[in-house]
């Protein structure tokens, strides 16, 4: 079963502080990995994508992939209130669809920026 | 200039009646995708089209078909609605090969059936 794990919340943080969001996947095969966020009502955007082991920065943004451990995260620096929204982590796995196949998100952890 | 668009954006409608979303992009993709997003906000993938052909079909239930006049179009037709069908509906696209496959999402519709 493909899943990908991602702890709900809320996530309270303070503006001006470091976000710290995370997520786990289960299928060893996974190659590429993204973060979306979602603000309420609104469609998933694409913010960061990574696909080799450690660090991709973009911003206040960075993705962090462990392949070994099937884990990548997802650190917000200089957090804002505009930050507030749901983030989606989503993996994509290699399967019948040939560089087609969906994307297997998780449930999304909904962060706060407290100001 | 929005580069995956749907339309409607709301759709109320009643059990038992059939209906289409539509869906646009022109960024120049040939993959497009139909996600279903339920009440808590989980998000799966239903379809997946390439150059007008299925290649991904979840497990849905066969009154959803979805159809691809052109690699820029792909329309979702749901057939006797169900209270369940209730949910939002995002299409998607991507580049094949590109990037590995980072999909854009449109605006979403959501779909009320009483």
């Known amino acids: 079963q493909k899943e990908v794990e991602q702890n709900s919340g809320p996530l309270s943080v303070p503006e001006g502080a470091i976000a710290s969001l995370n997520c786990t996947y289960s299928?060893?095969?996974?190659?590429?990995f993204f973060w979306y966020r979602q603000y309420s009502g609104k469609s998933p955007e694409l913010i960061m994508s990574?696909?080799?082991?450690g660090d991709k920065e973009d911003g206040r943004f960075t993705a962090q992939l462990n392949k070994a451990s099937q884990y990548v995260s997802l650190l917000i620096r200089d957090s804002q209130p505009s930050d507030s929204a749901t983030y989606l982590c989503?993996?994509?796995?290699?399967?019948?669809?040939?560089?087609?196949?969906?994307?297997?998100f998780g449930k999304g952890t909904h962060l706060i920026i407290q100001p | 200039d929005t580069a995956v668009s749907q339309t409607p954006k709301y759709l109320v409608t009643q059990m038992g009646n059939d209906k289409s979303i539509k869906c646009e992009q022109n960024?120049?993709?040939?993959?497009m995708y139909w996600y279903k997003q339920d009440s808590k906000k989980f998000l799966k993938i239903m379809f997946s089209?390439?150059?007008?052909?299925?290649?991904i079909n979840e497990t849905v239930p066969n009154r959803f078909s979805p159809k691809s006049p052109d690699k820029a179009h792909l329309n979702l037709h749901i057939n006797s609605l169900e209270l369940g069908d209730s949910a939002v509906y995002f299409c998607?696209?991507?580049?094949?090969?590109?990037?590995?496959?980072?999909?854009?999402f449109g605006p979403g519709t959501r779909l009320t059936v009483l």
């Open positions: 089209y390439n150059n007008k052909e299925l290649i």
């Open positions: 998607a696209s991507s580049q094949q090969g590109l990037v590995h496959n980072e999909q854009f």
């Open positions: 989503a993996v994509n796995i290699p399967g019948s669809g040939g560089g087609a196949d969906g994307l297997t």
């Open positions: 299928d060893r095969v996974s190659q590429s």
């Open positions: 960024l120049g993709h040939d993959t």
């Open positions: 990574i696909y080799s082991n």
